[in-house]
């Protein structure tokens, strides 16, 4: 069964600098998606990026990028110019094909002002 | 604009009482699923749909079940609850097994006395 492992349980970081959020998954696939949620307070979870596994370029939305390393099965979320509304748990999150998303524990991130 | 809903938002109940968590959605998806979020689990899939009719156990299914007479909703239902179904529910759909996103509900926080 796939797996997703994010190794980092809490981060914090000083406003407008950048953090860098890390996820590992375990598949014998090729072809798959990967995403990062966001899980403000509210408890809303708001897809913050994605990624489909055969594009080598790495996806970028903003402020928000990912460095995807297919053969080292990582896929880490870079944050640049937090601010305080990136305040939040952030899950990575594994698709293949049609079938589930399988989520990491989260990583519980926090902005300092 | 077209949602996803849940209600409640908020439920206590007893053990060994039915409960339905309702679950609607506006946009005609024809993929709805349901997760539970625990501590240190992250989101994990209970029962999904691609369709009506069609119905398909997740990973952590015993103890729940969904039925699927239209597009919109896709209630889940506890047949009897057990304090072990304490969690955050979350219901999500998504256009077609393929699509890249799931569109998430606001959560039902459920409390099992």
């Known amino acids: 069964a796939q797996t997703v492992t994010q190794s980092q349980p809490e981060m914090s970081v000083q406003e407008a600098e950048t953090v860098t959020l890390s996820c590992t998954y375990d598949?014998?696939?090729?072809?798959?998606?990967l995403f990062w949620y966001k899980q403000p307070p509210s408890r809303q979870m708001i897809l913050v990026i994605r990624q489909e596994a055969y594009k080598q370029q790495n996806a970028t939305e903003n402020r928000f990028s990912v460095n995807f390393q297919k053969a080292a099965k990582s896929f880490s979320l870079k944050i640049s110019d937090s601010q305080l509304g990136d305040a939040a748990m952030y899950f990575c999150?594994?698709?293949?094909?049609?079938?589930?998303?399988?989520f990491g524990q989260g990583t519980r991130l926090t902005i300092n002002p | 604009d077209a949602e996803i809903t849940q209600s409640p938002r908020h439920k206590i109940t007893e053990t060994g009482r039915q409960v339905t968590l309702a679950c609607h959605q506006t946009?005609?998806?024809?993929?709805m699923f349901w997760y539970r979020q625990d501590l240190g689990h992250g989101l994990r899939l209970i029962h999904y749909?691609?369709?009506?009719?069609?119905?398909n156990k997740g990973e952590v299914s015993d103890g729940y079940s969904v039925s699927r007479s239209n597009t919109e909703d896709l209630p889940l239902t506890l047949e009897s609850a057990a304090s072990s179904q304490t969690s955050v529910y979350f219901c999500?759909?998504?256009?077609?097994?393929?699509?890249?996103?799931?569109?998430f509900g606001p959560g039902t926080r459920l409390l099992v006395l």
């Open positions: 999150a594994y698709r293949e094909g049609a079938q589930k998303l399988v």
């Open positions: 749909s691609y369709g009506v009719h069609d119905t």
């Open positions: 598949t014998s696939e090729s072809d798959y998606y």
């Open positions: 999500a759909s998504s256009e077609d097994p393929y699509s890249w996103t799931q569109y």
């Open positions: 946009w005609n998806h024809n993929n």
